[in-house]
């Protein structure tokens, strides 16, 4: 699209102290939004391109206003013109926490996270997002089968197999709706997070933000589609971020005995519903890159099966008919 970077640079042009800088590439991300890393006046901004034909930018800068005035570390609108789609904003680097996670760096870098969470959660905006809803539920599930089973496996399922996942869904969404509501980030992982030298993390992709299950960004973080780690030490991280939570009044005490099935549970929708947004990011959007994420995201889910009895038959589902048409893949 060579005319918009001739008007996002126009646009630049007219910023003051920018009459002259250069323009890169930063990175695209999933959606039509595009980013351009841009250096005058002796400063490093980051350029958004966000057709608006495509892209509601309203959202972006209510909820990145929002999580700046808790503190949390966004960055900052320079300027702004959404009519024509374009911001200037600050620049939090390029260290994705997913290239600096290891062994010894995850203890530290998962604390900043979840220490930025319970802010988000405790202090984060409750009006004007929308509701992470049963309807909004049931339209991420059902990518799974639409994008995943029938597009990109081309799986005709039995009567018996959609009743099962339409039992499944439905536990999903009752397992989310139950929960303690609380701002949702909705995209809360090492993607979108920063390694920043002050108020680490930087936090990215946050325009999506509703109000829904507190367990969502949390499951999102740490059974990540991108990475993983050791169940025993996930769900050592998820206990203390309880801690943490009652500690911040978010949690109740009392909740301690439902904490980890709201967080299974919660982590099997999100996984269905990344595994089909991944396919339709290949099928949809020509980007088959995300396909070699599908066996991790999905094994999340078959890892519950001795736990979680009424996913029973979903992981036998998964195991037997969606995982043998998927590429292998490795932790990174």
Same mark, same amino acid.
């Given at each position: 699209m060579p005319q918009r970077i001739e008007q996002l640079k126009r646009w630049l042009a007219t910023l003051p102290g920018l009459s002259d800088f250069t323009f890169?590439? @930063? $990175?695209?991300? @999933? $959606?039509? #939004?595009?980013?351009?890393?841009i250096h005058g006046d002796g400063s490093s901004y980051v350029a958004m391109d966000a057709p608006p034909d495509r892209e509601d930018s309203g959202p972006f800068v209510m909820v990145a206003e929002a999580f700046e005035s808790i503190g949390l570390n966004v960055p900052h609108i320079y300027a702004r013109d959404l009519s024509q789609g374009f911001m200037l904003l600050e620049d939090l680097g390029s260290e994705l926490y997913l290239d600096k996670l290891t062994d010894e760096t995850v203890d530290r870098l998962y604390g900043d996270a979840l220490g930025a969470l319970a802010t988000l959660q405790a202090c984060g905006p409750r009006q004007h997002l929308p509701l992470y809803d049963r309807a909004l539920l049931m #339209?991420?599930? @059902?990518?799974?089968?639409?994008?995943?089973? @029938?597009?990109?496996?081309?799986? $005709?399922l039995t009567d018996a197999e959609h009743a099962m996942l339409d039992r499944v869904f439905d536990l999903l969404a009752d397992n989310a709706l139950q929960q303690p509501q609380v701002c949702v980030h909705r995209d809360y992982h090492s993607r979108n997070l920063m390694v920043t030298e002050r108020h680490n993390p930087g936090i990215l992709d946050f325009q999506d933000a509703v109000i829904g299950p507190v367990t969502y960004d949390l499951v999102s973080l740490l059974r990540d589609c991108y990475v993983s780690w050791p169940a025993e030490r996930v769900e050592a991280w998820a206990m203390g971020y309880f801690q943490l939570a009652v500690q911040s009044g978010i949690l109740l005490g009392e909740h301690e005995t439902q904490f980890m099935n709201w967080f299974d549970l919660m982590g099997v929708q999100r996984h269905l519903k990344a595994s089909g947004i991944f396919a339709r990011l290949n099928h949809r959007d020509g980007k088959p890159g995300y396909l070699h994420d599908i066996p991790r995201t999905l094994g999340y889910i078959t890892e519950l099966n001795s736990g979680l009895s009424q996913l029973q038959a979903l992981c036998d589902f998964i195991q037997s008919r969606v995982l043998p048409g998927l590429k292998p893949v490795s932790n990174h």
């Open positions: 890169e590439p @930063a $990175s695209n991300d @999933a $959606s039509f #939004r595009r980013y351009f890393r #339209r991420e599930m @059902a990518l799974f089968r639409d994008w995943l089973l @029938a597009e990109e496996l081309k799986l $005709s």
